[in-house]
């Protein structure tokens, strides 16, 4: 993957950012958080971060997971259902070609994930 799509990638998740910084109290906590881990883990998985190797990735891959989980889970009940839905097809849809290696429309989908998720979770919590 060439250094352009995965900067643009990565920059995605100043999206989690923006939304840690729009909210109050333990939600700005929770989604800063995750935002921390979303941008470390994808800074490893791309290899433009310091860390290097499938220890380290399969590692901060959990990290992310359950951050994203538990975050996800407290929004889960007050989320925009359309919104909330479409973030849910695109991280499915991510997956499916992170696991067919297509690593362009990974980085498409998945970073397409990280915008609308923020939203929800703003829009959520």
């Known amino acids: 993957l060439g250094r352009s799509a995965r900067f643009a990638f990565l920059a995605t998740n100043v999206a989690y950012f923006a939304a840690a910084w729009s909210l109050q109290g333990w939600p700005r906590l929770g989604v800063g958080a995750l935002a921390a881990v979303s941008t470390i883990f994808h800074l490893v998985q791309t290899g433009c971060g310091c860390l290097r190797g499938p220890v380290w990735t399969h590692r901060l891959s959990r990290c992310d997971i359950a951050m994203a989980s538990a975050v996800g889970a407290a929004a889960a009940r007050s989320a ?35 915008l609308l998720s923020a939203w929800v979770l703003s829009e959520a919590l």
Do not use: E, M, Q
């Not at 479409?86 to 998945?110: D, G, M, P």
């Open 80 to 114: 925009p259902v359309i919104p909330a839905a479409a973030a849910f097809v695109l991280f499915a849809v991510a997956i499916a070609c992170r696991k067919r290696r297509r690593y362009n429309s990974y980085l498409v989908t998945h970073g397409l994930w990280h």
